[in-house]
Structure formats: C-alpha cells, structure tokens
C-alpha cells in the first residue's frame, strides 16, 4: 500500500540532545513538508521541499533542520537550539491535481518529547 | 496576509442530529479550501477541496461543505452525526497566487474538537 510512513511514533530525548524524525514516502510525491502541531494552535509549518536536494524554510524553521537527499526521504532534526520542542510532528506530501494544485496527504505524526 | 479562523473550538452534538462547523478566511481574493479531519494521535485525512467551480463541495464520510464568497466562509456540514465523526476538524486554505509555485502551504485553523454524545 502506498502511505507516507513516520518513525517512531513516540519519541523520547534530554534536553540538549539531537534528535532526528524519519519521514518516507512511496507514493512518488515531488513536495514533502514538515509541520509541527500545539494544542489549540493547529499546524505550523517547519520546512518544505519541491524537490530532490531542494528545501524552503516555513514560518518557524529555527532550531529545526532538513535534508532531501532521495525523493522518497525528508528527515527532521530538532536541534538543542529549538527552545521548546516537545510537540506532535506531522510529515506531508503532495502532488499536483492540476494546474498546480498540490493535496497534501500526511503521515501518522511523531509525538516527541524532551525532558 | 491570509488567515483563517474557527471560531469553536469545541463543539458537542448528539448522534443523528446534524453538524456544522465554521471556517472564515481572510484573503483578497478566492482561495484553494480544505477541510481535513485528525483522530486522536494520529495524522490528517482529507475530506473535501474547493478549487473552483460549483460551491457546493462533497467529500468523504457524508460530509459536503459550502463556500460562501459574500461571507468568505466555507462551512463543514453533515446530516447525521455518527459516533465514529468524534474527531478534530481542521480548515486550511492555499494561496492560487503561490499554490504549486516557490511559496506552496497551507495556513490552517486552531481547529475544532468534535464530541458526539450517545
């Protein structure tokens, strides 16, 4: 079956350690995207790429960090520079509808905490 | 710069009985809409789009939503609430200017936590 599959599903790091999300795609996607999610806040947008080895900085990158070696692969790093990481992360993609309309489809999220 | 806001954030209804769920938007001209809706602990499911065209939209699980220019809203309904809709419903819009270009996102609500009561 073609998904978007997230690992771990739970997560748990000490403050001042690296930690990095998997995100993998089989549905051929071009654009990936990672979202962060708060109680009562709704989806904020972390880093987004287009394409292989191309990745855009969304509304709250800081502390956060991205690659995109291979098409299906988009991993996260939450740094020690991110000062309040502990949240639910949600890793998407999308493909055009037509004329440019991407849906996006997301994965089971990663519930990341840091004590 | 576009926003977009669901005014409950929770809401209660008893099974059978209808549902509708608020979405407003602010953007100087149409957007791309969406409705999707998350269970507890897991990731988000698609349940309609508008692009354009007829304004009345119907999705997945019985759900259709309306999009209403003059009151930049695009409203979730259903006719019959069933136990397993207790979930939390989130609207999103797209940017037509940017959508599938350099800048393609989409800004999201707070959502709103559906309960269904027996």
């Known amino acids: 079956d073609g998904g978007i599959t997230q690992s771990p599903k739970y997560l748990f790091r000490k403050e001042g350690q690296n930690v990095t999300l998997s995100c993998e795609q089989n549905?051929?996607?071009?654009?990936m995207y990672w979202y962060r999610q708060d109680p009562g806040q709704g989806l904020r947008l972390i880093y987004y790429s287009q394409i292989v080895n191309d990745f855009q900085k969304g509304d709250i990158a800081e502390g956060y960090s991205v690659s995109r070696e291979k098409k299906e692969s988009f991993p996260l790093t939450v740094t020690s520079a991110q000062k309040n990481p502990t949240a639910f992360y949600l890793c998407a993609s999308s493909i055009p509808t037509g004329q440019g309309k991407h849906e996006q489809y997301f994965g089971p999220g990663t519930r990341l905490t840091v004590t | 710069a576009q926003s977009v806001t669901q005014p409950d954030i929770h809401i209660t209804v008893s099974e059978g009985a209808s549902l509708e769920l608020r979405c407003n938007y602010s953007y100087g001209a149409t957007p791309y809409l969406f409705w999707y809706v998350q269970s507890p602990g897991q990731g988000l499911q698609l349940l309609l789009k508008?692009?354009?065209?007829?304004?009345l939209v119907q999705g997945i699980k019985g759900f259709e939503a309306e999009f209403k220019r003059s009151q930049s809203s695009f409203n979730l309904r259903k006719p019959s609430v069933h136990w397993s809709d207790a979930a939390e419903y989130f609207c999103?819009?797209?940017?037509?200017?940017?959508?599938?270009?350099?800048?393609?996102?989409?800004?999201f609500g707070t959502g709103t936590l559906l309960a269904v009561q027996p």
């Open positions: 508008y692009f354009s065209g007829d304004t």
């Open positions: 999103a819009v797209g940017d037509p200017l940017n959508y599938g270009g350099a800048t393609n996102k989409l800004i």
């Open positions: 549905l051929n996607h071009d654009a």
